[in-house]
Each structure stands twice: as structure tokens, then as C-alpha cells.
């Protein structure tokens, strides 16, 4: 399977498993779980479980798992669908964490600080080059670092989600330091 087809496959996956599971008459359980066999049998990109189980130990970014015995997957978050529940456990988390974005958006992040907007999470990332490869897709990247574990003492919860992303509802300008 060529690396562009595999990037075609999962990018389906991410539409239909975070965002649109009804483009294909799909059905998400309370968890973001869908049926394999489901996803394989609806699928107009024909593809195997050998590829999907491909795609989710070599994507790089960790963004979907399969549950115990594989025969369902679901997306580890980045979900717009409002009716997802990952159950996450909030976490104590680093001292900082790092957001990347675009010049752009600067403005609006410092009136508003960091918003969710349709997904269910503001996204951080642990260190600055997961977070430049995240900015960097929508031009030249700026990084923000966010005082998280400030934050928890203040009352907000994070959580860290199975491929490592760590989550919260909003970060307040506060807690971002603009000068990286």
C-alpha cells in the first residue's frame, strides 16, 4: 500500500470516526467505537483489515485505536461530535505545554485565549516540535507556550488522551506566554 493511499485511508477515518460517521451510515457508540467490519463493508475505498490495522500502528500521530480483541476502532480524540464521552480522567500535567498556531490568529487568541471551537478540546502538545508540526499545516508557525499545571492549580482540569495529546476546554489568555 503506497504512503499516499494510506493518508487517503486515514483521513477518511478521521472524517468519519471525529466528525461525520452518517456520511456513510456509520454508528458511533457513546464512546466514539465503531464496528470494523462496519467501517470496511460502507467504505467506497475498498480497503482490508490488514491496511486499516496498518494504518492505526504506523500513523504517526497515534490517532485511532482498536479495542481489545479488533473488532472495533475509534478515533483517540479531535471529535466534533458533541455526544462522544472518551471517558478521560483529568490529569495532573506538565509545568508547560505547547500550542501551535498562526500568526492569524494571534489577535483573537489574546482577546479570547485558546478556544475549543467545534471539537470537544482545546488540543496542547507536549513539546515545541509537536507542536510547530501541528501549526506549520496552516502556514508559518508560532508557538505558544501555556502555564498548565498554573492552570489545574486555578481549577482547570486537563487530560491526556491515548496518543499522548493533552485537553482542556479553553486555555484564558492568562495563562499564555506570546513571546516564544
Known amino acids: 500500500m503506497t504512503e499516499q493511499y494510506k493518508n487517503k485511508i486515514s483521513k477518511f477515518l478521521s472524517l468519519i470516526l471525529r466528525h461525520q460517521p452518517e456520511k ?3 454508528e458511533l457508540d457513546e464512546n466514539g467505537w465503531a464496528f470494523v467490519n462496519d467501517i ?3 467504505s467506497k ?3 482490508t483489515f490488514e491496511a486499516l490495522e ?3 500502528i504506523t ?3 497515534k490517532r485511532f485505536s482498536f479495542n481489545e480483541d479488533k473488532t472495533k476502532i475509534r478515533a483517540n480524540q479531535g471529535h466534533s461530535l458533541k455526544t462522544i464521552n472518551l471517558d478521560l480522567v483529568a490529569q495532573t500535567p506538565p509545568e508547560f505545554l505547547f500550542h501551535g498556531t498562526v500568526e492569524r490568529f494571534i489577535p ?12 470537544q478540546h482545546v488540543h496542547l502538545s507536549l513539546d515545541k516540535e509537536t507542536a510547530l508540526k501541528v501549526g506549520s499545516r496552516r ?4 508557538i505558544l507556550v501555556v502555564r498548565a499545571l498554573e492552570m489545574q492549580n486555578k481549577g482547570h482540569k486537563f487530560y491526556k488522551s491515548e496518543n499522548g495529546v493533552w485537553l482542556t476546554d479553553v486555555v484564558p489568555s492568562d495563562f499564555i506566554d506570546f513571546n516564544n
Do not use: P, S, W, Y
Open 24 to 26: 456513510i451510515g456509520l
Open 139 to 142: 502556514g508559518k508557525a508560532i
Open 45 to 47: 475505498l475498498q480497503f
Open 108 to 119: 483573537a487568541i489574546k482577546l479570547e485565549g485558546l478556544q475549543k471551537m467545534k471539537r
Open 54 to 56: 496498518e494504518i492505526v
Open 59 to 61: 500513523n504517526d500521530k
Open 40 to 42: 470496511l463493508e460502507k
